[in-house]
């Protein structure tokens, strides 16, 4: 199965789990998505300029020869670039939404006239600056990674598509869902925070499920998810962006693609990956899917610039380990940090340590402790 993502690491280890053999196209190339992987390619860029159609082909036609994939599956990094995905579907089967159907999604305008289509609260949009800024973000149409979202009156280049969205109140509560075209199956609800710098106040952080938010709110969700999956014509798995205050709820984005939560709501027998695929196909699963205890997962950021990344001795609960010898900048991911516990609290604890760990054990080797 051919994979293209920013960071292909989480489809390739749920493509594992399920019994694929992952073929990753990704800017990372992380030492755990060679391991994952059948092949794998770095393909030329990186996450601020974002693919480049002949380079992101050229990876993928080269991984693909010889090994007849049985089609691809596509993360984050292309919603602002949906001609990329027309031209990969094209020439493989997709598994996911097409084309059109994320270009629907992610334009805000489309996005806005859904919302007001099912009744669901979602923020003042427009296209100019606001003339009183306060209390305005702007973001970026297409963007991912919470990184292109900032208070309206940020500087940002001429060239960027952007659009002005009203700041809303409430705690992120992000819902994933699987979808056969028709219908959808609730996952499970997770809750988000932010890792931010001054530049970039909403970066991501990391996520913990379950999100404990109740089964009348949990059930709201699904409902919606629902109501949008069938308007949508939605594919395998999906998520939407909420903010949750009390019984408020106010939609901020769709990610029409397995995202950010993977990690989080693995499973051993590998069903998510299989829930995607069989979606895509037109198939929900049999039982809804099933999470033990708690789980969060969250980016270690690197704490100053690392010129030549040392030889660790990773731990298991760390992901997306970025290989010996590569050069980090302040603020690039290091790693991402996993955690499970039998309550949310404890797993959210679990990471804070963990990510202390790894980052002070980095300035340890970096000061010649080791070598
Ligand atoms: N309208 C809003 N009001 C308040 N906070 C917001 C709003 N939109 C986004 N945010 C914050 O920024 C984060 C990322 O926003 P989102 O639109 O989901 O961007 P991305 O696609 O990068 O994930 C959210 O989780 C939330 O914390
Ligand atoms: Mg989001």
Redesign the pocket.
């Known amino acids: 199965m051919l994979i293209a993502a920013t960071s292909g690491r989480a489809l390739a280890a749920a493509a594992r789990r399920t019994g694929y053999r992952p073929l990753v196209a990704d800017f990372f190339d992380d030492g755990d998505t060679r391991i994952l992987s059948e092949a794998n390619c770095a393909v030329a860029g990186d996450l601020g300029s974002g693919f480049e159609k002949a380079a992101l082909i050229e990876a993928l036609e080269s991984l693909a020869r010889g090994a007849s994939p049985l089609g691809l599956v596509y993360g984050a990094g292309f919603e602002d670039r949906i001609e990329i995905l027309e031209e990969l579907a094209r020439r493989w089967t997709i598994f996911g939404n097409a084309p059109e159907v994320v270009r629907r999604v992610k334009d805000p305008f489309e996005l806005a006239a859904l919302c007001r289509s099912l009744g669901v609260r979602h923020?003042e949009i427009s296209l100019d600056m606001p003339h009183r800024p306060r209390n305005w973000?702007v973001?970026t149409i297409g963007?991912?990674?919470?990184?292109?979202?900032a208070p309206a009156g940020a500087q940002r280049a001429e060239s960027e598509n952007v659009y002005y969205?009203?700041?809303?109140s409430g705690e992120?509560i992000s819902f994933l869902f699987v979808a056969d075209g028709a219908d959808a199956q609730a996952i499970g609800a997770s809750r988000?925070w932010?890792a931010p710098t001054g530049d970039e106040p909403?970066r991501?952080g990391g996520s913990l499920r379950p999100a404990e938010c109740g089964p009348r709110l949990e059930a709201r969700l699904a409902e919606i998810a629902t109501a949008i999956a069938r308007q949508c014509k939605l594919r395998g798995l999906n998520g939407i962006?909420f903010?949750v205050d009390g019984d408020e709820i106010v939609l901020?984005?769709i990610?029409p693609r397995p995202g950010a939560t993977l990690d989080i709501f693995e499973d051993r027998e590998g069903s998510l990956f299989q829930a995607h695929i069989d979606g895509c196909l037109g198939r929900l699963p049999e039982r809804p899917l099933e999470f033990e205890g708690a789980a969060a997962a969250a980016i270690a950021y690197a704490r100053r610039p690392i010129p030549c990344m040392p030889t660790l001795d990773w731990p298991d609960w760390a992901a997306d380990r970025q290989k010996p010898r590569s050069a980090l900048n302040l603020d690039d991911p290091l790693c991402t940090v996993k955690a499970h516990a039998a309550l949310p609290g404890d797993a959210r604890k679990l990471i804070a340590e963990r990510t202390a760990f790894i980052l002070d054990n980095l300035e340890h080797i970096g000061n010649g402790a080791a070598s």
């Open positions: 923020p973000l973001k963007g991912a990674g919470g990184s292109h979202v969205q009203r700041v809303a992120p988000q932010t909403f991501f962006d903010l901020i984005e990610n």
